[in-house]
T-cell receptor
Framework: DAGITQSPRHKVTETGTPVTLRCHQT?????MYWYRQDPGHGLRLIHY???????DKGEVSDGYSVSRSKTEDFLLTLESATSSQTSVYFC?????????????FGPGTRLTVT | AQKVTQAQTEISVVEKEDVTLDCVYE???????LFWYKQPPSGELVFLIR??????QNEISGRYSWNFQKSTSSFNFTITASQVVDSAVYFC???????????FGPGTRLSVLP
């Protein structure tokens, strides 16, 4: 268990409101990721970070922004939530020190935009 | 563009049978990574393996084994002597050398019947 937590675990919000999801890790892993999982689309990468203040876009980054001001926290923000952003959001970290490699996932955040 | 195909949508086997999950990928990168993940009915995501494109050695971990064949762009996953606890959705994924262009396959739902 790599000590990854996500908050909130569940959230219902209205269209047009801003929403921030938090991913917190205690393992000092350099890489962090945000994914969304939807029926019919599977898992898709939203954004990832390869260090403090170093982030890049994934496959479905439109409508999302991220920030990483500390190693342990990776925030995902929906500036103005839309119903199409209703999804389950997973955060992950990566430990890539050779010869071992591991990825660890948070428990997920279920977001409903009404 | 990167693409991962998992042609088997659902597979059912009886406990103790061996089962192979297929994964075929497309990429123009010369250096890339391939992954397998497990998502049991409880919903959490579990990382299983990452393979570098330069390492075509097959990998075995307990009852799990992976066959990477660059010539056919395949990275297949075999479970030997399947157990009920192996019932899950299994995802194959592909990324570039620095985590970019991370894409998942649609997943294969494996049901292991007692």
């Amino acid at each position: 268990d790599a000590g990854i937590t996500q908050s909130p675990r569940h959230k219902v919000t209205e269209t047009g409101t801003p929403v921030t999801l938090r991913c917190h890790q205690t393992e000092n892993h350099r890489y962090m990721y945000w994914y969304r999982q939807d029926p019919g689309h599977g898992l898709r990468l939203i954004h990832y970070s390869y260090g403090v203040k170093d982030t890049d876009k994934g496959e479905v980054s439109d409508g999302y922004s991220v920030s990483r001001s500390k190693t342990e926290d990776f925030l995902l923000t929906l500036e103005s939530a839309t119903s199409s952003q209703t999804s389950v959001y997973f955060c992950a970290t990566e430990e890539g020190l050779a010869p071992t490699y591991e990825q660890y996932f948070g428990p997920g955040t279920r977001l409903t935009v009404t | 563009a990167q693409k991962v195909t998992q042609a088997q949508t659902e597979i059912s086997v009886v406990e103790k049978e061996d089962v192979t999950l297929d994964c075929v990928y497309e990429t123009r990168d010369t250096t890339y990574y391939l992954f397998w993940y497990k998502q049991p009915p409880s919903g959490e995501l579990v990382f299983l393996i990452r393979r570098n494109s330069f390492d075509e050695q097959n990998e075995i971990s307990g009852r799990y084994s992976w066959n990477f064949q660059k010539s056919t762009s395949s990275f297949n996953f075999t479970i030997t002597a399947s157990q009920v606890v192996d019932s899950a959705v299994y995802f194959c994924a592909l990324s570039g050398n620095y985590g970019q262009n991370f894409v998942f396959g649609p997943g294969t739902r494996l049901s292991v019947l007692p």
